[in-house]
């Protein structure tokens, strides 16, 4: 055994433990595939997020800058922005999956996720929002699954999904069909390259795909790149649109494949010799594709075991919280009072969430007031004189959507011009619900965290949703049990009357 090919073994057994663990991101290889040598000094930092860092998915797809240097990821839960200090989930309003991102000409981020496609657009509030492009479709190209790459040449955006490529640009949307469906295509030089499942390797021209010479080859088996460059390193480099970084040693020579689990490349494991060229032979591509193959599968048992764990997580956490709904549930099956309806569920609250401020309002919608039935803070009772309207209850009362707040609370509440607090303590993280009766918001419940942000995690929106909605039905039912007693009481008096009045006429008439 050579020493490249030991040194080789022993960095991916070191590699597959940590793999394991889940927190490689970045793999350096010393000593003959050393990314950099030893003496170079200043490096850049590099740090490392875990998914509960960031407060989303463990996948990330795709990754692009904007003009400011903002960053943003394709992630399994919508696009991740990074602004170099603070983590934002944005994107579609089902947080759906997002595969990819790309900055077009005009400074915008463009998306692609799961049956929909579009761009990252600021609203009045300085808000990112998703803008979808789908609605520019003919009705008949509007039904697709993910649209896996997003690509850019010159103004036009590209959108590849299995079986349609959106082309946007001059604000219209071009549509090429592949009956026999595309697999991976990119843009390489200022042409869309893609491969097509039995025809091979193609090149787009004149709105219509055409086989490369040699790409025929391809027409079943499928591409992957692997990049070996073992001389003019640097002239190579440049036509991939990179460059070294200022201050940083040259690599002579560099050899890259691609990580792949399934038909879905995730990264990639690269080999650079700072000393040498024509370092790297075939026998060491294949050993490396060998190495990467089986780290493949590690990766894919590690993200198995995860997947398995979290949704082990998440079933215990659903029979937790069936439980403590069914004890909700049966408690107010026995209430036919609503004050009593309010203090049942609100004490039950405020033992289940990690919140010092607990409040179940009743809106006014005619005089846009808010009635405060309900209100705990830090273990005492507060009581309040009915009060406009504050700007969540606004909001709830035109989106009849949840409002979860975990970070700067009283920046988000000024943008909609509200000050931030009713009552005593402002909050950090705050979780409003809405009270729907039919379609009609009829109050709501919020929690408030006033001592750490981050406090109330999307289990926590399903939980107070249910019991919520639970505790809107209860409060209905009172109120319809209520009617049909005052409307009996009005019956009975009204037999009474009658009764009444045709005995006073029998007695007359027998007078």
């Known amino acids: ?35 950099q040598s030893q003496e170079n000094k200043g490096l850049p930092f590099i740090t490392n997020y875990r998914y509960q860092d ?27 922005v990074y602004d170099g200090q603070h983590w934002e989930a944005v994107g579609p309003e089902d947080r759906t999956e997002t595969r990819c991102v790309v900055k077009g000409e005009d400074g915008k981020i463009y998306v692609g996720t799961y049956g929909d496609f579009g761009y990252l657009e600021a609203n009045q509030a ?45 604000n219209a949307i071009k549509v090429i069909e592949s009956k026999e469906g595309y697999h991976i295509g990119a843009a390489i030089k200022g042409e869309y390259y893609v491969r097509i499942w039995n025809r091979g390797l193609t090149v787009l021209k004149a709105d219509s795909f055409h086989i490369v010479p040699g790409g025929e080859q391809f027409a079943n088996e499928r591409i992957y790149a692997k990049i070996v460059i073992n001389e003019n390193f640097t002239e190579a480099y440049g036509r991939f649109g990179l460059k070294t970084l200022p201050g940083t040693k040259t690599t002579k020579s560099g ?20 000393d040498h060229e024509n370092s790297f032979s075939e026998s060491d591509v294949r050993l490396l594709e060998t190495l990467r193959n089986s780290m493949s599968v590690a990766l894919e048992n590690a993200r198995l075991f995860d997947e398995t764990n979290r949704l082990l997580k998440e079933t215990e956490q659903r029979t937790a919280e069936l439980g403590v709904i069914n004890i909700v549930q049966e408690g107010l099956v026995r209430e036919m009072n609503a004050q009593a309806i309010y203090d049942l569920v609100g004490d039950r609250i405020s033992k289940l969430f990690d919140a010092q401020t607990v409040i179940i309002r009743t809106f006014d919608q005619h005089a846009s007031e808010e009635h405060w039935q309900y209100t705990i803070e830090k273990g005492e009772r507060v009581y309040s004189d009915p009060r406009p309207l504050i700007w969540a209850n606004k909001q709830l009362v035109q989106k009849k959507k949840a409002i979860l707040i975990n970070e700067k609370y009283i920046q988000k509440a000024k943008e909609y011009g509200g000050a931030g607090v009713s009552v005593g303590l402002p909050p950090k993280s705050a979780l409003f619900v809405p009270m729907i009766v039919g379609d009609i918001v009829k109050g709501s419940v919020s929690l408030q965290n006033v001592e750490k942000e981050n406090a109330f995690t999307e289990s926590d929106v399903r939980l107070l949703t249910t019991l919520t909605n639970s505790m809107s039905v209860a409060l209905e039912n009172a109120r319809l049990f209520d009617e049909s007693n005052r409307m009996l009481d009005d019956a009975k008096q009204r037999a009474n009357e009658l009764s009444t009045q045709s005995g006073t006429h029998l007695t007359s008439g027998q007078a």
């Open 255 to 274: 050899v890259y494949v691609p990580l792949f689990i399934g038909e879905k490349v995730n990264s990639y494991i690269s080999l650079q010799n700072m």
């Open 126 to 170: 300085g808000e990112l929002k998703f803008i979808s492009l789908k609605n520019r479709l003919p009705e008949k190209y509007r039904q697709f699954a993910e649209v896996w790459e997003c690509a850019k040449i010159g103004d036009k955006i590209f959108f590849r999904s299995n079986n349609y490529l959106f082309i946007w640009a001059d």
């Open 1 to 35: 055994m050579t020493k490249k090919t030991e040194m080789l073994l022993r960095l991916f057994a070191l590699a597959r433990c940590f793999f394991l663990e889940a927190f490689i991101i970045v793999l350096l290889l010393p000593v003959g595939f050393h990314a």
């Open 54 to 80: 960031y407060n989303a998915d463990g996948i990330n797809w795709w990754a692009a800058e904007d003009d400011n240097g903002v960053m943003y990821f394709a992630n399994n839960a919508g696009v991740l």
